[in-house]
């Protein structure tokens, strides 16, 4: 919270304003109107990351900053109790655009993806989105923050905190996997936010890091925004139970400033600054450029100029929780279901028949508060004590079927109670089909805390066995839906057993007709792709959390890139209720090493080959060039470009792809980023049923640097 300056006529002003999936305020409450709104809860950002679809992005964006513009205006307060619940800014702290680096990290339904391409151009689409601003482009919507700059996926694991934990990090995994996220959303998005990490990184913590915050961010990319610690990331720079980096808080003041953090989210700058700089420990000046990198923003906003004539200014709360919102919001949840089975041999799968007696049975069939995922505002008028607003699975099936029958049978974290298992197993008489409801919440997967393994929590894993059993001994049918927001392992034998299986990740408040949608065939938008790897339940045990590398050659590899072991579901990995055929034409152009302009580009028809309408995503992934791996595992491929498709059935399109020469530079041990003359293999997959398709592309010239870290 910046204070007041009344004598400059500078109000106070709020810089932590949330709006990962939707603004996190409060309601308010018009009386002219006589209504109150509630700002629309968007599905969480692993459910945007699954859809794989960039228009999305910008429009949900675009929605979360024209909403936040009405809220501040009506003078919406932050939702969390322990904020003190001030007056709102319009400063986003999001995107949240670090990788999905480990399964059991705990913030994984706030990050799109495991993929530092995928990560990468949705924080640009968002920064974009919430930034621009499409009534005046004079001003911004509101500031897009990235986040959490760097190397940061750990909570509490191995012994470590976030507030303490130094991640060792190579300059291949930087360049590599770390930094490209933040980079391109900085470089192509022109976010003027930042948001420095916990932990430390090689030692010296992300708040006062020059080589971080300095020469990577300011001097190599090119960024001219602000950077906030994160809360209380300043205060653990010298406590002594967490980094200690510093003794005292007036050493953490300076380091900070000298590092360009120009916000501390603690108290460290309002307790320490003043007499940091009386004692000399840092310049004056070094203030000044924090309040120049602070206040310009404010400026950018349009805070400071006559509002008469800022259509910005004059946004009605009608905008919030629109209809057209919370379509939108719905059309998100839709196109992120991923369909990773549907046995249709088996006359067992998906779409079930409609006006059946269907039982919903599991702990999350009654689901409300376990949709929204982390970081939400205020979803209900009423309140958020019983989320009674918010459709629940077992209600959206109610409407296509005759009658439901739910039972929960335990409870999400229920780890020894199996006292409701006969409830549901005598439910599975009375149906025709069943949903089975399982998977997590944030009562499991939440920030503060990192899980200890991937599979179902507790009791949930025996009772999803006994449920599979007896409904294939009765011959119904039967779908697992799951919700989650990092991967949950089923095993191999739940896999078999089940029928079809559909993820559902998080949805948000209006998720729960997408899931029934789905179930029944009438979501003509399926075709979600896997946002990131499902290990099988033991791959925990074979790597730290802690571990920071992502090809040590002493564990299985992390992400799709470089992990040696066979997944359950791979990264890239969905289906369809019908089927599609890829073809792609050959290349034009060539790429040679020493031609910074040369390029490629190809087109890739897909065809509907089924009877259905449905979706699918085109993936271009380069096969690595041949050379000998730099640092540790050899990457196995790498993301280069995708797009999404809605086909009618016996409709096509074709799609062209252009990749540049950078396209094919590969990271060294060093860090930085060379291009081998070498041919290279392109592999098109629409992670489906489709066959993989393959191209050469010669890449000539000589060996060039493309790129010398920190630049990447």
């Given at each position: 919270?910046?204070?007041?300056?009344?004598?400059?006529?500078?109000?106070?002003?709020?810089?932590?304003?949330?709006?990962?999936?939707?603004?996190e305020?409060?309601?308010?409450h018009?009386?002219?109107?006589?209504?109150?709104?509630?700002?629309?809860?968007?599905?969480?950002?692993?459910?945007?990351?699954?859809?794989?679809?960039?228009?999305?992005?910008?429009?949900?964006?675009?929605?979360?900053?024209?909403?936040?513009?009405?809220?501040?205006?009506?003078?919406?307060?932050?939702?969390?109790?322990?904020?003190?619940?001030?007056?709102?800014?319009?400063?986003?702290?999001?995107?949240?655009?670090?990788?999905?680096?480990?399964?059991?990290?705990?913030?994984?339904?706030?990050?799109?993806?495991?993929?530092?391409?995928?990560?990468?151009?949705?924080?640009?689409?968002?920064?974009?989105?919430?930034?621009?601003?499409?009534?005046?482009?004079?001003?911004?919507?509101?500031?897009?923050?990235?986040?959490?700059?760097?190397?940061?996926?750990?909570?509490?694991?191995?012994?470590?905190?976030?507030?303490?934990?130094?991640?060792?990090?190579?300059?291949?995994?930087?360049?590599a996997?770390?930094?490209?996220a933040?980079?391109?959303?900085?470089?192509?998005?022109?976010a003027?936010?930042?948001?420095?990490?916990?932990?430390?990184?090689n030692?010296?913590?992300?708040?006062?890091?020059?080589?971080?915050?300095?020469?990577?961010?300011?001097?190599?990319?090119?960024?001219?925004?602000?950077?906030?610690?994160?809360?209380?990331?300043?205060?653990?720079?010298?406590?002594?139970?967490?980094?200690?980096?510093?003794?005292?808080?007036?050493?953490?003041?300076?380091?900070?400033?000298?590092?360009?953090?120009?916000?501390?989210?603690?108290?460290?700058?309002?307790?320490?600054?003043?007499?940091?700089?009386?004692?000399?420990?840092?310049?004056?000046?070094?203030?000044?450029?924090?309040?120049?990198?602070?206040?310009?923003?404010?400026?950018?906003?349009?805070?400071?100029?006559?509002?008469?004539?800022?259509?910005?200014?004059?946004?009605?709360?009608?905008?919030?929780?629109?209809?057209?919102?919370?379509?939108?919001?719905?059309?998100?949840?839709?196109?992120?279901?991923?369909?990773?089975k549907?046995d249709?041999?088996?006359?067992?799968?998906?779409p079930?028949?409609?006006?059946?007696?269907?039982?919903?049975?599991?702990?999350?069939?009654?689901?409300?508060?376990?949709?929204?995922?982390?970081?939400?505002g205020?979803?209900?008028?009423?309140?958020?004590?019983?989320?009674?607003?918010?459709?629940?699975?077992?209600?959206?099936?109610?409407?296509?079927?005759?009658?439901?029958?739910?039972?929960?049978?335990?409870?999400?974290?229920?780890?020894?109670?199996?006292?409701?298992?006969?409830?549901?197993?005598?439910a599975?008489?009375?149906?025709?089909?069943?949903?089975?409801?399982?998977?997590?919440?944030?009562?499991?997967?939440?920030?503060?805390?990192?899980?200890?393994?991937?599979?179902?929590?507790?009791?949930?894993?025996?009772?999803?066995?006994?449920?599979?059993?007896?409904?294939?001994?009765?011959?119904k049918?039967?779908?697992?839906?799951?919700?989650?927001?990092?991967?949950?392992?089923?095993?191999?034998?739940?896999?078999?057993?089940?029928?079809?299986?559909?993820?559902?990740?998080?949805?948000?408040?209006?998720?729960?007709?997408?899931?029934?949608?789905?179930?029944?065939?009438?979501?003509?938008?399926l075709?979600?792709?896997?946002?990131?790897?499902?290990?099988?339940?033991?791959?925990?045990?074979?790597?730290?959390?802690?571990?920071?590398?992502?090809?040590?050659?002493?564990?299985?590899?992390?992400?799709?890139?470089?992990?040696?072991?066979?997944?359950?579901?791979?990264?890239?990995?969905?289906?369809?209720?019908?089927?599609?055929?890829?073809?792609?034409?050959?290349?034009?152009?060539?790429?040679?090493?020493?031609?910074?302009?040369?390029?490629?580009?190809?087109?890739?028809?897909?065809t509907?080959?089924?009877?259905?309408?449905?979706?699918?995503?085109l993936?271009?992934?380069?096969?690595?060039?041949?050379?000998?791996?730099?640092?540790?595992?050899?990457?196995?491929?790498?993301?280069?470009?995708?797009?999404?498709?809605?086909?009618?059935?016996?409709?096509?399109?074709?799609?062209?792809?252009?990749l540049?020469?950078?396209?094919?530079?590969?990271?060294?041990?060093?860090?930085?980023?060379?291009?081998?003359?070498?041919?290279?293999?392109?592999?098109?997959?629409d992670?489906?049923?489709?066959?993989?398709?393959?191209?050469?592309v010669?890449?000539?010239?000589?060996?060039?640097?493309?790129?010398?870290?920190?630049?990447?």
């Amino acid at each position: 919270m910046s204070g007041a300056v009344p004598r400059l006529g500078v109000p106070d002003y709020d810089w932590g304003m949330n709006c990962q999936h939707g603004v996190e305020t409060s309601c308010v409450h018009d009386p002219a109107a006589n209504a109150t709104y509630c700002p629309t809860s968007f599905p969480n950002s692993v459910n945007l990351g699954a859809t794989w679809d960039k228009t999305l992005w910008k429009g949900m964006a675009g929605a979360i900053a024209l909403e936040a513009r009405a809220m501040w205006r009506a003078g919406a307060r932050e939702h969390k109790v322990w904020t003190g619940r001030p007056k709102i800014g319009l400063d986003c702290w999001s995107p949240n655009i670090n990788m999905n680096r480990d399964p059991r990290w705990g913030r994984n339904s706030e990050v799109p993806s495991e993929d530092p391409t995928l990560n990468g151009e949705y924080g640009s689409i968002i920064t974009k989105g919430v930034q621009e601003s499409p009534l005046d482009d004079r001003y911004m919507n509101a500031v897009s923050t990235l986040k959490h700059f760097a190397a940061y996926s750990l909570e509490r694991s191995d012994g470590f905190s976030r507030g303490d934990f130094d991640a060792k990090v190579s300059h291949y995994a930087l360049s590599a996997s770390y930094l490209p996220a933040f980079a391109h959303a900085v470089k192509k998005g022109q976010a003027k936010g930042i948001m420095c990490a916990y932990n430390a990184v090689n030692g010296v913590p992300a708040c006062v890091s020059k080589h971080l915050l300095v020469e990577a961010l300011r001097d190599a990319w090119g960024f001219d925004g602000y950077v906030t610690s994160d809360t209380a990331a300043l205060t653990y720079v010298w406590r002594k139970h967490n980094h200690h980096y510093v003794h005292t808080e007036n050493e953490a003041a300076c380091a900070a400033l000298e590092a360009k953090c120009d916000i501390a989210s603690d108290f460290v700058y309002h307790d320490s600054l003043l007499r940091a700089t009386d004692e000399g420990l840092c310049d004056w000046a070094l203030v000044e450029s924090a309040l120049k990198n602070t206040l310009t923003r404010r400026f950018e906003l349009g805070l400071f100029d006559p509002v008469e004539a800022q259509p910005l200014w004059h946004v009605p709360l009608s905008v919030v929780e629109s209809a057209e919102h919370v379509e939108l919001a719905r059309q998100i949840a839709r196109e992120s279901m991923v369909l990773l089975k549907n046995d249709a041999s088996q006359q067992r799968a998906l779409p079930f028949a409609k006006g059946q007696r269907v039982g919903v049975l599991g702990p999350l069939g009654n689901a409300a508060f376990s949709m929204i995922g982390n970081y939400y505002g205020q979803a209900c008028p009423e309140g958020n004590a019983s989320f009674g607003c918010i459709e629940t699975p077992a209600q959206a099936v109610r409407r296509y079927a005759a009658d439901t029958v739910v039972v929960a049978g335990c409870g999400v974290k229920e780890m020894y109670d199996k006292s409701g298992f006969d409830a549901a197993l005598a439910a599975v008489d009375e149906v025709d089909a069943a949903v089975l409801m399982f998977g997590d919440d944030i009562t499991i997967e939440v920030e503060h805390h990192d899980r200890n393994a991937t599979t179902l929590y507790g009791v949930q894993r025996e009772l999803l066995a006994l449920l599979l059993a007896k409904l294939a001994s009765q011959g119904k049918p039967a779908v697992v839906v799951l919700m989650n927001g990092g991967a949950v392992s089923l095993g191999a034998d739940a896999i078999a057993a089940a029928p079809a299986i559909l993820d559902a990740f998080f949805p948000g408040k209006f998720g729960a007709l997408p899931i029934a949608e789905t179930i029944f065939g009438e979501n003509a938008h399926l075709g979600g792709k896997m946002p990131y790897t499902v290990y099988p339940a033991e791959y925990v045990d074979a790597i730290k959390m802690s571990n920071m590398e992502y090809d040590d050659p002493a564990t299985p590899g992390r992400t799709y890139r470089y992990y040696t072991g066979k997944a359950e579901f791979r990264f890239g990995e969905g289906y369809s209720l019908t089927t599609f055929e890829v073809a792609a034409a050959g290349v034009r152009g060539g790429v040679a090493c020493d031609q910074a302009a040369s390029a490629v580009s190809f087109d890739v028809t897909v065809t509907n080959t089924g009877a259905r309408a449905g979706d699918t995503v085109l993936q271009v992934y380069a096969a690595p060039s041949g050379m000998a791996a730099p640092h540790g595992l050899p990457v196995r491929r790498q993301l280069l470009a995708w797009e999404r498709v809605h086909l009618l059935p016996g409709a096509s399109a074709t799609l062209p792809f252009t990749l540049s020469r950078d396209s094919f530079a590969e990271v060294g041990a060093d860090g930085d980023r060379h291009c081998h003359p070498a041919p290279r293999e392109l592999i098109i997959s629409d992670g489906g049923h489709a066959a993989d398709v393959t191209l050469r592309v010669d890449v000539a010239g000589e060996r060039t640097k493309t790129a010398a870290y920190p630049d990447v």
